[in-house]
């Protein structure tokens, strides 16, 4: 079954503990990407990748890195989370120039 | 600057009732255009794009490049399309960057 996952699904955590967020995908797709998701702000992309060690700067990088060490796999990492990165992640996957499948989502809480 | 707009946050009709979901866009160049959807505890999909012209579950969307819109449009609305409802451009420079707007919830009243 073709999945896109994120681990964890929920955390709460406090301000400056660093904190990776996984994505992974079991559909051989060459670009991955991530959002935030925000009441009346709707998504934005984050970073996203167009193949393993090729990553790129979306909307609101700012606070967050990326690593595409390997095609399945696209973590998100927060090296000092604070409280304005409490959101709802969304990871998603594309083959070519085809549609995005999205992950079922990580909310975040920092406190 | 690359922007996507949804004038409204929330659209309410009743069942039956035609359907239209503004979207706005700006960029320089020719875009890629999407609507995504996501209803209740699902995961967000994809619901059409502006090259393959179809229509899926009865919505269409033309881009007209002249207004720079791309509207979602429905003749008539079910209970089951009630969901959050989405446009996105896609940069076609070869990069894949999207930009989303923020969404309407549209709500069909029985």
């Known amino acids: 079954e073709a999945q896109v996952t994120q681990n964890p699904r929920y955390l709460i955590t406090v301000t400056g503990k660093k904190l990776t967020v996984t994505c992974s995908q079991n559909?051989?797709?060459?670009?991955m990407s991530w959002y935030r998701q925000d009441p009346g702000l709707g998504l934005r992309q984050i970073y996203y990748s167009m193949n393993v060690e090729v990553t790129d700067k979306g909307d609101v990088p700012e606070g967050y890195k990326v690593s595409r060490k390997e095609k399945r796999n696209f973590p998100l990492i927060l090296e000092s989370p604070s409280p304005n990165q409490t959101s709802l992640y969304f990871c998603?996957?594309?083959?070519?120039?085809?549609?995005?499948?999205f992950g079922p989502g990580t909310r975040l809480t920092v406190t | 600057a690359q922007r996507v707009t949804q004038p409204e946050k929330l659209l309410s009709v009743f069942k039956g009732a035609p359907v239209e979901l503004k979207c706005n866009y700006s960029y320089s160049g020719s875009p890629e255009l999407f609507w995504y959807v996501q209803y209740s505890r699902q995961r967000l999909q994809l619901l059409l794009r502006?090259?393959s012209r179809e229509s899926i579950k009865g919505f269409t969307a033309d881009l007209n490049k002249g207004e720079t819109s791309f509207h979602l449009k429905k003749p008539f609305a079910q209970e089951e399309d009630s969901a959050m409802y989405y446009c996105?451009?896609?940069?076609?420079?070869?990069?894949?960057?999207?930009?989303f707007g923020t969404g309407t919830r549209l709500k069909v009243l029985a």
């Open positions: 998603a996957t594309q083959q070519g120039s085809y549609e995005q499948y």
């Open positions: 502006h090259i």
């Open positions: 996105a451009l896609r940069s076609t420079s070869g990069t894949y960057k999207y930009i």
């Open positions: 559909m051989n797709h060459e670009y």
